[in-house]
């Protein structure tokens, strides 16, 4: 198995500028996660989906953040407008079916907003 | 809870010696728990998770204990090796959905 594959895998883009983040996730895991890190506040879960479904997007920052998931295997992060303290890490990380079944995550995405 | 990474604890150890990571969670009610091991410039790694009706799981150089009592998660690495080096995560959870991840320390394990 590929494990979660997200792209880019850095990101570079001034501010103003739209991001788009995107996720594939572990084949068969229906849950996917966004998080994103920073030295300051560490790892935040932003939104999950079940089933494609968005089930909590308490940590989405503000409206300039928005997730989609149109199927199982992709999901898309999107940043819009950008501004230079949205730059972090950003996971994606996937679950299979069931409560305690642990989080794989990806490689992450590197972001820098100048 | 969630707790804010403003200072990251950090671990020194010697080669070979044993490792002792410690891990205090905020919700009594969270019914498994999970360390990672995030090296620099990948995303986190599963290492070993523990549900609450256990209080010891052993995997492969690296024991789990949980102490409900006290709310506290150890993370124990035998016979440290340099890929040891990483930062590493407790988690807690309720069902499940919502990870809860506490600040993470840092191991430095000196050859």
């Known amino acids: 198995d590929a494990g979660v594959i997200q792209s880019p895998r850095h990101e570079v883009t001034e501010m103003g500028q739209e991001v788009t983040l995107r996720c594939k996730p572990i084949s068969g895991h229906n849950s996917l996660f966004w998080y994103r890190q920073t030295m300051m506040r560490g790892l935040e879960l932003l939104i999950y989906?079940?089933?494609?479904?968005?089930?909590?997007d308490s940590g989405m920052p503000e409206d300039r953040f928005s997730a989609k998931m149109p199927n199982a295997s992709f999901s898309t992060l999107k940043i819009q407008p950008s501004e230079p303290r949205d730059s972090a890490v950003y996971f994606c990380a996937s679950r299979a079916t069931g409560p305690q079944e642990t989080q794989y995550f990806g490689p992450g995405t590197r972001l820098l907003v100048l | 809870g969630e707790s804010v990474g403003l200072h990251l604890p950090t671990l020194s150890v010697q080669e070979g010696d044993n490792s002792i990571i410690n891990c205090a969670y905020s919700?009594?009610?969270?019914?498994?728990f999970i360390w990672y091991k995030q090296e620099s410039g990948k995303g986190p790694q599963f290492i070993i998770d523990i549900r609450s009706n256990m209080d010891k799981r052993q995997g492969q150089r690296v024991t789990v204990l949980l102490n409900k009592t006290v709310k506290h998660l150890s993370l124990q690495i035998a016979a440290t090796q340099p890929g040891d080096s990483a930062v590493y995560f407790c988690?807690?959870?309720?069902?499940?959905?919502?990870?809860?991840f506490g600040t993470g320390t840092s191991l430095t394990v000196i050859p």
């Open positions: 988690a807690e959870t309720l069902g499940g959905n919502q990870f809860y």
């Open positions: 989906f079940n089933n494609n479904v968005p089930i909590d």
């Open positions: 919700n009594s009610a969270s019914d498994y």
